[in-house]
T-cell receptor, first 114, second 112 residues
Framework: DVKVTQSSRYLVKRTGEKVFLECVQD?????MFWYRQDPGLGLRLIYF???????EKGDIPEGYSVSREKKERFSLILESASTNQTSMYLC?????????????FGPGTRLLVL | QKEVEQDPGPLSVPEGAIVSLNCTYS??????FMWYRQYSRKGPELLMY????GNKEDGRFTAQVDKSSKYISLFIRDSQPSDSATYLC????????????FGKGTHLIIQP
């Protein structure tokens, strides 16, 4: 089975802090994604990556950056956390095959910014 | 435009009933359609994956896609209390590694 793990289930940070969210997948998938999920807004794509050191902006990249130094690891960075970044953050991965649209999700990180 | 519409519910049905969940979309370029199940405070889990129009069955679950109407459905037969969750539809144009466009999810409650 595909396994996507995220470094923290729950995280509390203060406004202005730099926040790192880590994601690791063990299925050698080329594609990795970061979403945030908010009540009434659903899942929205922040950034994605289709290869090491490659990144593409999603629908809501403002206030975020990403890093992909190794194939299995994709990090989301909040340079200066703000209260409107309080959310559930979900990482996903998919293979670069005919089934690349089938994304597999991690358990999520609930981030609270005070 | 990449809007996907999905009734948020909650949809409450008795155990054993047939459940119908639906999404409509506006982007005619969508070709890949998925249904995810998400339990409370967990990540989404892929349930069904279909390409283009047609039906796909997997156990108690059937996914239908009608591209001419821009309408997709998920049917759950013999519903169980363990099916209580939020169901998310998702779709993409394909041909690349871009992200999916999700509906906002329907909260389903199966009453024992």
């Amino acid at each position: 089975d595909v396994k996507v793990t995220q470094s923290s289930r729950y995280l509390v940070k203060r406004t202005g802090e730099k926040v790192f969210l880590e994601c690791v997948q063990d299925m050698d998938h080329e594609n990795m994604f970061w979403y945030r999920q908010d009540p009434g807004l659903g899942l929205r794509l922040i950034y994605f990556s289709y290869d090491v050191k490659m990144k593409e902006k999603g629908d809501i990249p403002e206030g975020y950056s990403v890093s992909r130094e190794k194939k299995e690891r994709f990090s989301l960075i909040l340079e200066s956390a703000s209260t409107n970044q309080t959310s559930m953050y979900l990482c996903a991965s998919s293979p670069m095959t005919m089934y690349q649209e089938t994304q597999y999700f991690g358990p999520g990180t609930r981030l609270l910014v005070l | 435009q990449k809007e996907v519409e999905q009734d948020p519910g909650p949809l409450s049905v008795p155990e054993g009933a047939i459940v119908s969940l639906n999404c409509t979309y506006s982007n005619s370029a969508f070709q890949y359609f998925m249904w995810y199940r998400q339990y409370s405070r967990k990540g989404p889990e892929l349930l069904m994956y279909t390409y283009s129009s047609g039906n796909k069955e997997d156990g108690r679950f059937t996914a239908q896609v009608d591209k001419s109407s821009k309408y997709i459905s998920l049917f759950i037969r013999d519903s169980q209390p363990s099916d209580s969750a939020t169901y998310l539809c998702a779709m993409s144009e394909g041909g690349g590694a871009d992200g999916l466009t999700f509906g906002k999810g329907t909260h389903l409650i199966i009453q024992p």
